[in-house]
């Protein structure tokens, strides 16, 4: 009985004997390209929009973390569809406008609608640090460059509808996290992620499976 109290003193004072900055708080902001089924008619330039980041994580030693993050973007690209919904106080809603995209795009897609949504994704990402995985003892938590790959799983969500499916289908994320200590609270972080969606997330049917989008978010990480 001594034996297995003691065991599990030592694995509880090994579990809280993490660094005192292994918490951190992000909040970052850039830019996202939305993949949907007729996105690649337009030019790259015209699809860039903003994204944004909102998340809190933990470093469990130096190679293994976890956070949560709510991710906000905007989605523009082109689509067959022109329909009118009504929102939820009855009143008629125009989704697409092909005007807009004449005008905003380019003569490419002169037989498709303008598209634009706005939609969040809370998801939960498991990250290795692999600038102190391949690096050398003496210099574990020492590196200008800290670089962590990750992949994890999310619930997208629309959060303007615009006649869009505002479901949560699963997301699967992966991408590269950046980091680059400025001082022992905070780092200045470039995040470079990757995200597959529904093929329906744009609500419109293709004849994909899968749609997604890209960003590339730049910020601070405080600490603690």
Do not use: C
């Not at 034996?3 to 003193?9: H, M, N, Q, V, Y």
């Not at 709510?70 to 569809?81: Q, Y």
């Not at 938590?141 to 505002?166: C, I, R």
């Not at 890209?214 to 990480?221: A, E």
């Amino acid at each position: 009985m001594k034996k297995l109290i003691l065991s599990a003193a030592i694995i509880l004072s090994a579990a809280l004997s993490v660094s005192a900055q292994s918490w951190f708080v992000n909040v970052a902001g850039g830019a996202s390209i939305y993949g949907g089924e007729h996105n690649r008619q337009l030019k790259t330039t015209k699809l860039i929009t903003y994204a944004g980041d909102l998340s809190a994580g933990r470093w469990f030693n130096p190679y293994i973390g976890a956070r949560l993050s709510f991710s906000d973007f905007n989605a523009k690209g082109a689509t067959w569809e022109s329909y009118i919904k009504q929102d939820a106080n009855g009143k008629p809603v125009h989704v697409n406008d092909i005007n807009a995209l004449k005008k905003n795009y380019d003569s490419m897609a002169q037989f498709l609608f303008a598209q634009q949504f706005n939609a969040m994704n809370l998801h939960a990402d498991i990250m290795v640090n692999l600038s102190n995985l391949l690096g050398s003892d003496e210099k574990i938590d020492q590196h200008t460059w800290n670089a962590s790959p990750y992949v994890g799983l999310g619930f997208p969500y629309v959060l303007s509808s615009n006649g869009k499916s505002a479901g949560l289908p699963l997301a699967v994320n992966a991408g590269l996290y950046n980091a680059f200590p400025v001082s022992e609270k905070i780092d200045i972080i470039a995040d470079l992620r990757g995200v597959l969606l529904d093929e329906e997330f744009d609500g419109e049917s293709g004849d994909s499976k899968l749609e997604g989008y890209s960003s590339l978010t730049i910020g601070v990480s405080f600490k603690f």
